[in-house]
Structure formats: structure tokens, C-alpha cells
């Protein structure tokens, strides 16, 4: 079945621009979500994008895309102790299957 | 606008009973909802996907007469743990998506922690 991997840990500096990575396995992979989870709370979809992009920007987030590697990234520019939080990767096949495949969560620590 | 609710937050439970969670999407209409179970420190597994006015399609694995999902409106999706055992004590959470053309939009609920005594 379809997986998804992200490193479990990152810890950056405030201030500092921060990469979470995420790797994934569906070759058919319509869509691509980073959703942020912070204690005790439910899931916050920040951005998500299209298997055909390369990249997409939003404010302080930067999303790219190697889709002949399978490689998603996640940028925050000038992070702040409030981006503190649990960072999922998530992909949509495109083989009907309409459900979300997360990964393990990617868990950033800003340091004041 | 997206904001999709859970209630209980909280549930404490004895073993043996029922537990009936609830998940609203609150200003928008939800042809599709999910429910996903996570545990500490682990990601969300998907539990069953739920579409109104029709039975809900689960995963492998999932006991559909433990975890009923009802889908009566297109605002609202409730799952009942039956029999609850301490085993089942996570955090539950529904998610809602929007119907086409913004059907890859995909909104989660704020969760509900069940611990079964």
C-alpha cells in the first residue's frame, strides 16, 4: 500500500527558516497536504498541492515537490516559537481512494 | 469558513459501555466525512470514510459493529464505540471534505480523547 515518511524530530532556532521533508511511495499521488497539529488539538491543513506543481508559496510557507523523486518539503521562513507543533505530510492517491494517507508527523521545536 | 466541531472534547468511560461521538461540519455541507484514530505520538489511521444517507466503508481491520458510523445529515456524522474496552482509548478524530470542485480540501475536527477504565 501507499507510504508515507517524514523524520521525527526538528529542532531550529526562532528566527531561523525551518525544512520538514516527507517522502512518499503512490506514483499516482493527485494532491500533497501539510497539515499542523498542536497538543491535545486536531489537525490544521496549512497548505496542500498539486501533483503537477513544482512549488508553492504562501506567506511564510514554501512548498516544493520532486514528484519524480517523491520528495515533498515544507519551508517556513523566520519561525516562531508559536510554529511549535506536530507537522503531518499527507497524500491523495488517484486511484479512487479518497482518504488521506498520513505520515508519522514531524515534531518542530523552536527555540527562543 | 471550514470549521468542523467534535463533542464530546473529553470522554471517560467504564469498560462494558457505550460511547457516542459527534462531528459537525459547522458552515459548510459535508458529503464525505472520515474518521481517523491516532495514538501518543503516532500518526492518524483511517478508520472509515462515511457518505450521508449511505452505509460507511471500513478499513481493514476495523470492526464495523464495534465502530458504527452513522452519516444522517450533511452536517453531521456520529461514531459509536460499542462496548468499549480500555483498549479503545485514543484520540478520535472526524474530518470533512467539501464537495466537488473543492473535494480535495479536507478539514479535521479538534479530536476526542476516549480512556476507557
Known amino acids: 500500500g501507499e507510504d508515507v515518511e517524514q523524520s521525527l524530530f526538528l529542532s531550529v532556532r526562532e528566527g531561523d527558516s525551518s525544512v520538514i521533508n516527507c517522502t512518499y511511495t503512490?506514483?499516482?499521488?493527485?494532491?500533497l497536504y501539510w497539515y499542523k497539529q498542536e497538543p491535545g488539538a486536531g489537525l490544521q491543513l496549512l497548505t496542500y498541492?498539486?501533483?503537477?506543481?513544482d512549488m508553492k508559496q504562501d506567506q511564510r510557507l514554501t512548498v516544493l515537490l520532486n514528484k519524480k523523486d517523491k520528495h515533498l518539503s515544507l519551508r517556513i521562513a523566520d519561525t516562531q516559537t508559536g510554529d511549535s507543533a506536530i507537522y503531518f505530510c499527507?497524500?491523495?492517491?488517484?486511484?479512487?481512494?479518497?482518504?488521506?494517507?498520513f505520515g508519522s508527523g514531524t515534531r518542530l521545536q523552536v527555540q527562543p | 469558513g471550514a470549521v468542523v466541531s467534535q463533542h464530546p472534547s473529553w470522554v471517560i468511560c467504564k469498560s462494558g459501555t457505550s460511547v457516542k461521538i459527534e462531528c459537525r461540519s459547522l458552515d459548510f455541507q459535508a458529503t464525505t466525512m472520515f474518521w481517523y484514530r491516532q495514538f501518543p505520538k503516532q500518526s492518524l489511521m483511517l478508520m472509515a470514510t462515511?457518505?450521508?444517507?449511505?452505509?460507511?466503508?471500513?478499513e481493514q481491520g476495523v470492526e464495523k459493529d464495534k465502530f458504527l458510523i452513522n452519516h444522517a445529515s450533511l452536517t453531521l456524522s456520529t461514531l459509536t464505540v460499542t462496548s468499549a474496552h480500555p483498549e479503545d482509548s485514543s484520540f478520535y478524530i472526524c474530518s470533512a471534505r467539501y464537495g466537488f470542485p473543492r473535494d480535495n480540501e479536507q478539514f479535521f475536527g479538534p479530536g476526542t480523547r476516549l480512556t476507557v477504565l
Open positions: 462515511s457518505n450521508e444517507g449511505s452505509k460507511a466503508t471500513y
Open positions: 499527507a497524500e491523495k492517491g488517484g486511484t479512487g481512494r479518497r482518504a488521506l494517507t
Open positions: 498541492i498539486f501533483s503537477n506543481m
Open positions: 503512490d506514483s499516482s499521488s493527485t494532491y
